[in-house]
């Protein structure tokens, strides 16, 4: 009576537990893990007893988040590119030996590649990476038998071999630093932004250093307002690239308009969006007597006679004549 008694006991257990976690009551993971009662329960629910009904374990599975995911990628990329940074000339190199601050370091890379450091003298460090400067000087520290087994630390501060350049019709064109990860964007606004005069379209040029391309030089072109190259104004700046923000590109209209000047150039641009950008033909002027001067190739100035409907140019001067009568 009393196995049967337990038994029943226990079925009821089961069946109160698998409610409980239906609507969430099954409480949490540190309950189960700390409650002495709890404890007590799953023993009850575990025992190999004889059931009208199958019990089912419950397995925790780990959910991957998507945010986790990609901050993991962006650590590990940063890492990456972190660890494939090279000294070069003009660089920063900070030295630290633990527990002796004395032969601590910071230095300039010189023309030649080589710094000194203290105690063994110059060291050639062109091409290499942080760690494998450290291991260079804890290697001749020991072999100098001036320290046993030295733990040495070293980064590479400002790179000034790890440069880009920024031209054209920016506020302060020149050549910067790559401190830490920048974007195209990002290299614009340390140039100082765009000036009013500056094109919508940049062009970057990058050279390829590896054995495999032989030093080529590919030419990126980027348009600021099309929506598909959001992602590649986002690209990280390699050393050595150089931005080249252009001229504006521009017509002019004089004459018998309203608004007489300079203009940017727009798509599928003719005669007669330009009256409409230069407000129109003025009450002397007359829309039957427009000229359109063009230079040619060889540098020349032609005068068109031009209607309305004809297409205009970069660099094209549209003159709207006086009305005969």
């Known amino acids: 009576m009393l196995q049967k008694s337990a038994s029943s006991w226990r079925r009821f257990l089961g069946l109160s537990m698998a409610a409980g976690a239906v609507f969430g009551l099954s409480g949490n993971t540190y309950a189960q893990e700390s409650d002495p009662l709890r404890l007590k329960l799953d023993y009850w629910l575990t025992a190999p007893v004889q ?4 019990v089912v374990a419950t397995i925790p599975v780990a959910v991957e ?3 986790r995911t990609a901050l993991q990628n962006l650590s590990n990329e940063e890492t990456s590119e972190v660890s494939t940074d090279l000294a070069g000339e003009g660089d920063q190199i900070l030295i630290t030996v633990f527990g002796q601050p004395d032969l601590g370091a910071d230095v300039v890379v010189g023309s030649s590649g ?3 450091l203290p105690l063994i003298g110059t060291l050639e460090v062109k091409g290499k990476s942080a760690i494998e400067i450290a291991q260079m000087f804890a290697r001749k520290l020991e072999q100098g038998q001036y320290l046993l087994n030295p733990k040495v630390s070293a980064r590479i501060g400002q790179q000034v071999s790890r440069a880009f350049s920024v031209m054209g019709e920016v506020s302060r064109p020149g ?9 195209i964007l990002d290299a614009i606004s340390i ?4 000036t009013q005069r500056a094109d919508k379209q940049i062009r970057i040029l990058r050279s390829h250093q590896d054995a495999d ?3 080529n030089t590919e030419t990126l072109t980027l348009n600021f307002d099309d929506n598909k190259n959001a992602e590649r104004l986002m690209q990280r700046i390699r050393p050595n690239d150089v931005i080249i923000v252009g001229q504006q590109k521009s017509f002019y209209v004089y004459g018998e308009v309203r608004k007489p000047g300079m203009y940017p150039v727009e798509d599928d641009l003719n005669v007669m969006r330009v009256l409409a950008i230069g407000g129109g033909v003025s009450e002397r002027g007359s829309s039957s007597r427009i000229r359109i001067l ?13 209607s309305i409907r004809d297409v205009v140019l970069p660099g094209d001067v549209v003159f709207v004549n006086e009305r005969i009568f």
């Open 294 to 306: 063009r230079k040619n190739d060889k540098g020349e100035i032609q005068e068109i006679s031009a």
């Open 114 to 116: 080589l710094i000194t």
């Open 175 to 183: 050549k910067f630093p790559i401190q830490g990860q920048i974007s």
């Open 51 to 54: 059931a009208d009904f199958p």
């Open 191 to 194: 140039a100082g932004g765009l």
């Open 65 to 67: 988040s998507p945010m």
């Open 213 to 215: 391309s032989d030093g």
